[in-house]
């Protein structure tokens, strides 16, 4: 399934290639480059601090808006974006995600970092598109992006509702809103590239010293899951996802050109993007999270996120959090009830200047 090149010319792609000497130029190791067809990538607003808090709270704030199981697949908390608490976030297969594990090191990125988000004014949506061949990588100033046959670029920007367009590589379509057009795209945006999507279990143990042996190894390397050579299991999995979002984005692409059949994988594309598609329905996680948020910033002191679990029959929030002092937690609990939720607390415990309890909140009345 994974191949190891050598020879810069032989990556399938110029947008991998564009990573690739990217990171040679810093003198790092080698990275693995995930084909754009099987990440996407979406943005999501989560009201609570800490790296820590964050990743436990973003699967379930993406959960409506991923057609396949969480347990299916791997979610990746990418970089916090400019907006207030709101973050980028990768969802990739769990399986090939499971196929990297152990047999290959370095970095993993999906090849839409290649191009970085253009600026937009503030409340608009701009692009940045980088044509190669029938190839078109677009990155949306939302820090979001993906990669469509050029032949679709127009129907997904029509759309997208015509969104101004920053240009490069080869020509786009003239009927397209185009700004400016160069040849030569801009460098990685430093932001993504601190990026990796090991995670959670497939982070790899920066103390194993056969892995840090083995980045030395890689540095004349160059490791990159093929574009045309995804393993069958692999394709089984990705093509389960498709073909449900397929009907959504069918529906709403019969509203505009009847008759017309999409062609290749932009289903999650025209998901997000199409104005005709029916909205997602409301999540209880992200209002109920929000109110939690609400309540402990007005304690005093420090207020970190241990560990974070969420039920939705009925809606429950159970989390593990940390204050200076036990009194800091007395507060937190008497903000919660202020907020009208219904709160259940674990025994405390205090060491070394850290009070910890748990606590089971539940939706009140709203105040």
């Given amino acids: 399934m994974t191949q190891v090149i050598e020879n ?12 690739v000497l990217t990171e040679a130029d810093s003198g790092q190791t080698a990275p693995i480059i995930l084909p754009a067809e099987q990440v996407t990538l979406l943005t999501a607003s989560l009201p609570v601090r800490g790296a820590r808090a964050k990743r436990a709270a973003l699967p379930f704030a993406l959960e409506e808006r991923i057609s396949a199981p969480l347990g299916d697949v791997h979610i990746a908390l990418c970089r916090s974006l400019d907006s207030d608490n709101k973050v980028l976030a990768a969802v990739v297969d769990r399986k090939v995600m499971d196929a990297l594990d152990g047999r290959i090191t370095g970095t ?16 608009t949506v701009v692009w940045a598109v980088w044509r190669d061949a029938d190839r078109a990588l677009v990155r949306v100033s939302d820090g979001t992006g993906f990669i469509v046959d050029q ?13 101004e367009i920053f240009a490069y590589g080869d020509a786009l379509p003239a009927l397209l809103n185009v700004q400016s057009h160069s040849s030569t795209p801009p460098k990685p945006d430093p ?13 790899q143990a920066s103390t194993n010293w056969s892995y840090q042996l083995k980045r030395v190894a890689a540095l004349g390397a160059i490791a990159l899951i093929g574009h045309f050579g995804i393993a069958a299991a692999d394709a089984v999995a990705l093509r389960n996802i498709a073909d449900r979002e397929r009907v959504v ?7 505009i050109l009847p008759g017309m059949t999409l062609a290749g994988d932009v289903t999650p594309i025209i998901r997000r993007l199409a104005p005709t598609a029916q909205p997602q329905t409301g999540s209880a996680f992200l209002p109920l999270l929000a109110r939690v948020s609400t309540s402990l910033s007005e304690v005093k002191g420090q207020v970190s996120f241990r560990r974070m679990t969420f039920s939705d029959t009925p ?7 940390e204050t200076p002092t036990l009194d800091a937690l007395q507060q937190a609990e008497r903000l919660l009830r202020a907020q009208g939720l219904d709160v259940r607390s674990g025994a405390a415990t205090a060491a070394a200047g ?9 939706s009140g009345a709203s105040q």
């Fill in 249 to 255: 984005a069918q529906a709403a692409i019969d509203t």
């Fill in 315 to 321: 809606a429950r929030l159970t989390f593990l959090i």
């Fill in 354 to 362: 850290v009070a910890e309890a748990e606590f089971i909140v539940s």
């Fill in 108 to 123: 993993v990125w999906p090849e839409t970092f290649a191009l970085p988000s253009p600026d937009a004014p503030e409340g």
């Fill in 8 to 19: 810069i010319e032989n990556i399938p792609t110029r947008f991998a290639q564009n990573l």
């Fill in 151 to 163: 032949a679709m670029l127009p129907l997904i920007w029509d759309l997208a509702q015509k969104p």
């Fill in 191 to 203: 932001k993504d590239l601190a990026v990796d999507l090991r995670q959670g279990q497939f982070a």
